[in-house]
């Protein structure tokens, strides 16, 4: 059983529409951790949340907590090209004091022109 | 100013044998951390080394171990490898490796067993 849940998987999508990538838990978290990964590299860390019902914005990109610290989401509005990748969740959970993450499954996001 | 820094970059071994994965973190960290990738997958993480210590440890056997240097790099070190030890080996460097401290990974290393 996955700790964290990501949704969905896979998306293909045409360039200019919006989505939203979801990761699910029932266990709270500290905070929370977005990465992007592309093929052949590390993931690079996009944004990390920390109180409960924050919202981030980066750019295009909107990241949400949830209240509870149990789920977060990301919003990508006229999705490019230069998004493509894959799309990783974070968490590091309340009873760690050391930062170790658990990751969702991750969402591999294709954008098409 | 470097981020954090893996060698090699890939590697293929076969099964049996013994494998040294090194680390650099990014300059101003001393923690790090170590997870392994499978394709497809998420990271899953497989210990964290902080004042040359490991400080906690993830459901991996002891056929993982490591090691942290004054320099605060690392080493991870897999023996009797196995087929399904395939995979993307990431490092990961934060500073004193709090929860809500950002970490920061290398690109990591591609591991290979035939």
């Known amino acids: 059983t996955q700790l964290l849940e990501q949704s969905p998987q896979f998306l293909s999508i045409q360039e200019g529409e919006n989505l939203t990538v979801y990761c699910n838990s029932s266990?709270?978290?500290?905070?929370l951790q977005w990465y992007r990964q592309e093929p052949g590299e590390g993931p690079v860390l996009l944004v990390t949340?920390?109180?409960?019902?924050e919202v981030k914005k980066l750019k295009r990109l909107t990241f949400q907590f949830g209240d509870a610290r149990k789920d977060s989401s990301l919003h990508i509005t006229a999705a490019q090209p230069g998004d493509t990748g894959l799309y990783l969740c974070a968490g590091a959970r309340v009873s760690s004091n050391t930062g170790k993450l658990i990751f969702g499954q991750g969402t591999t996001l294709q954008v098409k022109p | 100013d470097a981020g954090v820094t893996q060698s090699p970059t890939h590697l293929i071994k076969t099964r049996g044998q013994q494998v040294t994965l090194r680390c650099s973190p990014k300059s101003g960290h001393d923690t790090v951390s170590w997870y392994q990738q499978a394709l497809g997958q998420g990271p899953q993480f497989i210990f964290q080394y902080y004042e040359e210590e490991e400080r906690q440890r993830g459901n991996f056997p002891d056929r993982f171990s490591g090691h942290q240097f004054p320099n605060y790099s690392s080493e991870l070190n897999v023996n009797a490898l196995l087929l399904g030890d395939s995979a993307l080996y990431l490092c990961?460097?934060?500073?004193?490796?709090?929860?809500?401290?950002?970490?920061?990974f290398g690109d990591g290393t591609r591991l290979s067993i035939l």
């Open positions: 990961a460097s934060s500073y004193t490796g709090g929860s809500n401290q950002p970490q920061h």
């Open positions: 949340v920390v109180t409960g019902g």
């Open positions: 266990s709270v978290f500290s905070s």
